[in-house]
């Protein structure tokens, strides 16, 4: 089990390489100077000409890559070119607010779509599945910034609820606030993992075991949950950890609609005033958080699936 | 039959489609006493299996009992509530299934399977069911029960799975056990040894046993009496002797012939031609007669009222075969 995990965890080395030579690139195709970015449109070409060689951005771009990859290596992140500030500590900060959003929305996308795909495979092709089934199919539909305005305008400002944005300074106060947020961008991606849910629990329900389950005398309720769900929710699982990709994307519109202060919203400010060095270094985050979630969600499946174990690790 | 364990009487179970409903199984009655084996055969698709589901309501959706009675020692299952009924799955009737590795919960341990009927029923003791576990686990012949009882179904054989399957059906020690093909998925070496297993633990443990299949040669090893089924009826019941002697019925003759047996050049097999009917299309009459080489006209309009075998069981049949055939 330790040697897989090693494994996989070094097998996520080239992939961060190609993440960071990736962003490198596109980074430096938006159009637009850094240096002019930083000291605004009244610059004089002598002080711009400074700042660009204080950057290095008068190197070759093999160069800048190297130099940027050698002090990668030695934990070396960089300083941001706006705040000015070394940017692991800028990005420090910012990534709580971004894994409790995406813990968050994990949570109530399970919450959500658990229950209505037990519901809905339960009730196939009667009333509550087709409604269930309707309401995911809109919800998958609906893009997160607009989701997340009419959540605002009917929760913050009609019924004034839930704050319109912001972070919080206590865990409660984060909590509630990241609320909105969360469910924003759960109500893109419950959807897909309720259907997924839907699917497998029917499989699973007109399976064998589910007739030797009743004929030993178990309640409707130990038949559904102890033995459908338990193999229903696997292939759920992996949907879930495909789409956490989505969701971290998500997550950079979330955070700026509803103000918080996490990498998304650092992102599209770096973005903004052309913080190369906070832009790669966000991304490089986000990638690492991706490829780490899907190593946690094969690790969950191999921890409810013998035979995924089995398959992986004899 | 009074003092009988199981008693069907006047058995109905139709699949309801689109506001209509296809008859599967039509007026079947037996009675199982108490410690009998008791086979049904026929080919797939004659109501065999549907009707043993029946008996603890376990059909498929849509499938529905609309006539008859289930009486299990007295309690009346045909129209039981769930609530009823769980006491007496697992507790009074065991059941194994047709394919073991379908019939076990694949991320579920084979201990904790056979433990969670014991504790469901309250059977579990201090030690919630462990050493029965192990001690059912060894009465169906699984060998170092400690250990098969920690592994996960895939890592068994076939034969273990199915032994582990009765296992489950018997923790509890029910007085019937009800197995659906329990041989077919097998390899043929196996099927023998589960047979031999199904035979002795019921005369070891007194309960009765209902074994469904296809194939009168498994029947005959294990069955005291047996029903034969053609499109959803009992078309003859008798005790095993007789069946295989003297039977009465063409359908249960032309069986006995396309059952292989000796050389080939002595005993030439007899395939029966053509198809059972479709549910939904049955013929008024008897549903054998478009296959049957002793038909009449009778037979096409008005299905055959129950002749009594003198020595127990019965045939429904204007033209019966005449003693000492084959």
Known sequence: ?314 | MSGALLQVQGLGIGLTRRGATVPLVEDVSFAVRQGEAYGIVGESGCGKSTTIRAVIRLLAARVRITAGTVAFEGNQLAQASEATLRPIRGAGIGMVFQDPLTALNPVITVGQQVAEGLRTHGKGGRDGGRERTQEVMRLVGLPDPQRIAAAYPHELSGGQRQRTAIAIALACSPRLLLADEPTTALDVTIQAQILRLLSDLRKRLGMALILVTHDLGVVAQTCDRVAVMYAGRIVEEAPIARIFKAPAHPYTVALLDSIPRGSRAAHPLHPIAGMPPDPAQKPPGCPFAPRCPRRSTVCETTFPSWTRHSGGGGFACYHPMEAGHG
């Open chain 1, 1 to 314: 089990m330790l040697s897989y995990i090693l494994r996989r965890l070094l097998l996520m080395i080239p992939v961060a390489l190609g993440i960071t030579l990736a962003v490198f690139l596109l980074v430096r195709l938006i159009p637009g100077d850094p240096a002019r970015a930083i000291l605004g449109i009244h610059a004089t070409p002598d002080l711009l000409a400074a700042v660009r060689a204080r950057l290095g951005l008068n190197d070759s771009i093999v160069v800048q890559y190297l130099i940027y990859l050698r002090n990668l290596v030695q934990g070396d992140f960089g300083q941001s070119y706006y705040y000015g500030e070394p940017i692991a500590r800028l990005v420090g900060e910012r990534a709580v607010p971004t894994l409790l959003l995406l813990a968050y929305s994990t949570v109530l996308t399970l919450v959500l779509a658990v229950p209505a795909g037990i519901l809905a495979a339960t009730r196939r092709d009667r009333a509550a599945d087709h409604v269930v089934r309707i309401v995911s199919t809109v919800g998958v539909g609906l893009p997160p910034y607009w989701t997340g305005f009419i959540l605002i305008l009917l929760l913050s400002v009609t019924f004034k609820i839930f704050p319109i944005g912001g972070y919080g300074n206590t865990w409660g106060q984060r909590m509630f606030n990241l609320f909105l947020p969360a469910l924003t961008i759960s109500l893109n991606v419950a959807p897909l993992v309720m259907r997924a849910l839907r699917s497998s629990m029917t499989e699973a329900l007109g399976a064998g075991f589910i007739d030797t389950a009743r004929a030993k005398g178990l309640s409707g309720w130990a038949v559904l949950l102890r033995h459908a769900l338990r193999v229903a929710i696997l292939p759920a699982i992996g949907v879930l950890g495909l789409n956490i990709g989505f969701l971290v994307g998500s997550t950079v519109i979330v955070e700026n609609v509803f103000s918080v202060p996490g990498l998304g919203q650092l992102m599209i400010s770096s973005i903004n005033t052309r913080d190369y060095p906070t832009i790669q270094m966000v991304t490089l985050i986000f990638g690492v958080i991706v490829v780490l979630i899907y190593l946690a969600t094969d690790l969950l499946q191999m921890l409810l699936d013998p035979r995924v174990r089995k398959a992986q690790i004899g």
